[in-house]
């Protein structure tokens, strides 16, 4: 007899449901755990801080302002949804606008999307080898000197942005002019209204989080200042400039079979290099310096690689501009209170929304509004209070937190950080091969006197110069005993030059030299 089965089954013609009764399917939970008090304010937010980037990016870059718009719907809808970093935005970034301009010089808007494509892949071959990793060595005082250095640039280019002006190309023409443009607004030559709605959405900004109202405090404050300059450029007439979008669907174009010539020659494929590995450094240095914002779930760095392969893939297809991970919106992701990714997916939404749907609703929003909202951010990004504690505990770290931000201002941002990593390995080198070396007078109980030189601490080639001057002063007519016991390490250099100075020692002394633990053998 067989036993009957204790398997239920379902009714005919009704179809099994998945999972125990009563517990909801996982896409309806996934959705019930997301955070929407924190994550859909952020992302309006970060919404506000993405489009004035997108079109500024797109515009000094020499394209289409929708093509910046394109890739930042890509880096929110795309790679918001991929498994990396969660909190992270991507999007069109100023690190890549001069080469991105001399790519569409020399080779056309048409050829674009093939590099962007060929980046795309590359940066997929980078994630499947795992090299995404090797970008968590990163010191601390480099990251913050990295978020002082952006947020600098930030603030001295929008403050031409906020005064209606055109800003300089570099960061030190952005400085140097920043006199003239003083003097434009005091003498009443650049755009007054501008000047007045910039200043007031900054100081709204500023003055927000003071307001006496909790439920007034609950709106985001880039939100309640964007708005309210909104609302007064439209209800005054204001003649400021404002955002202007026309449709995506007709900018869109997918590379064509003329664009293969981009990448025949060397020129082209070492543009599709500089994209690679410009956009994958800023990307995980700003992953590194997110990390640090928050105590959510950290960045799998390999993962998050693979998720701007394919989000650089995807740009090429559709011929828009390469895009990184940009720590401004990031920033701004963190600080409006994201909790999950689901922030960074609905700020693509966002952008497609209105500037596809009804890009006729951004006119009223005053750019001198976004301008003030981005020298806010800015400012956030210097840390002032960190740059106190290490000018008063860690000198060295505070020089170079200094460095990579001045560096990135005069530069770029991956030269900028180039240089703090070689500073910060330097300093490294420098303080890990420190040594000690004690020299002691003793006296024998047969009233000869000896002298004792004790090394402790790290004996390197960066230390060789000082341990011989101390050596050769030694009396050769006297016993001498070299206790080297106390060292952690001592490299090949060091081991050599002490070996020899004890042979020429020995060989020019009537006095005994006792040497304690015997040097190894060199060759």
Not at 51 to 60: F, K, Q, T
Not at 91 to 109: E, H, I, K, Y
Not at 112 to 133: D, F, N, S
Not at 471 to 490: I, M, N, T
Request: charged share 15%; net charge positive.
């Amino acid at each position: 007899m067989s036993r009957p089965s204790h398997r239920s089954e379902s009714p005919p013609g009704r179809p099994r449901k998945n999972g125990p009764p009563g517990r909801p399917r996982p896409a309806l939970a996934a959705l019930r755990a997301v955070p929407w008090r924190h994550d859909l304010p952020a992302s309006l937010v970060v919404f506000l801080v993405a489009l004035p980037l997108c079109v500024g990016v797109a515009v000094a870059s020499g394209v289409p302002a929708e093509l910046g718009l394109v890739t930042g719907i890509v880096g929110g809808l795309v790679v918001g949804a991929l498994p990396g970093s969660s909190l992270q935005v991507s999007g069109p970034a100023a690190g890549l606008t001069v080469l991105v301009a001399d790519a569409v010089q020399r080779f056309g808007v048409g050829a674009l999307g093939l590099l962007v494509l060929a980046t795309g892949l590359l940066q997929l071959a980078m994630g499947a080898l795992r090299l995404g990793r090797w970008f968590r060595a990163m010191s601390a005082s480099v990251v913050h000197g990295m978020l002082a250095g952006i947020g600098l640039t930030l603030v001295f280019g929008q403050l031409y942005a906020l005064a209606d002006r055109r800003a300089p190309a570099t960061g030190p023409e952005k400085i140097t002019g920043l006199p003239a443009l003083l003097t434009d607004v005091l003498s009443a030559a650049a755009t007054p209204s501008a000047v007045a709605l910039g200043l007031g959405t900054l100081l709204v900004l500023v003055g927000w989080k003071y307001l006496p109202e909790r439920a007034a405090r609950a709106v985001p404050a880039p939100l309640a200042a964007v708005g309210l300059a909104a609302a007064v450029t439209a209800v005054a007439d204001l003649p400021v400039a404002r955002v202007r979008v026309a449709g995506l669907l007709d900018i869109v174009q997918p590379p064509d079979r003329d664009a293969l010539t981009a990448l025949a020659g060397a020129a082209g494929l070492g543009t599709v290099v500089a994209f690679t590995l410009i956009a994958s450094a800023e990307t995980l240095f700003s992953a590194a310096a997110v990390d640090r914002m928050h105590h959510g779930p950290r960045t799998d760095y390999d993962r998050e690689l693979t998720a701007q392969g394919v989000g650089n893939a995807v740009c090429g297809l559709l011929g828009a501009l390469p895009m990184t991970a940009v720590i401004v919106r990031s920033a701004t992701n963190v600080q409006a209170g994201a909790r999950t990714k689901a922030s960074r997916l609905l700020h693509g939404v966002w952008l497609l929304l209105f500037t596809a749907l009804l890009p006729g609703s951004l006119g009223f929003v005053p750019l001198t509004a976004l301008a003030a909202v981005l020298v806010h951010a800015g400012a956030k990004l210097v840390p002032l209070r960190r740059m106190a504690a290490l000018c008063r505990e860690h000198r060295g770290e505070a020089l170079v937190l200094v460095v990579t931000a001045v560096a990135i201002i005069a530069t770029d941002l991956f030269e900028g950080v180039l240089i703090g990593v070689g500073l910060a390995v330097a300093k490294s080198a420098w303080q890990t091969s420190h040594l000690q070396i004690a020299v002691e007078e003793l006296t024998l109980p047969t009233g000869e006197a000896l002298h004792r030189v004790r090394l402790s601490g790290n004996a390197t080639f960066l230390r060789l110069p000082r341990l011989l001057d101390t050596l050769e002063r030694l009396p050769d007519d006297r016993p001498v005993e070299l206790d080297w016991s106390g060292l952690r390490h001592l490299d090949h250099a060091c081991t050599l030059a002490l070996a020899t100075w004890a042979d020429q020692h020995r060989a020019r002394s009537t006095a005994p030299l006792a040497v304690d633990p015997p040097l190894p053998s060199v060759v």
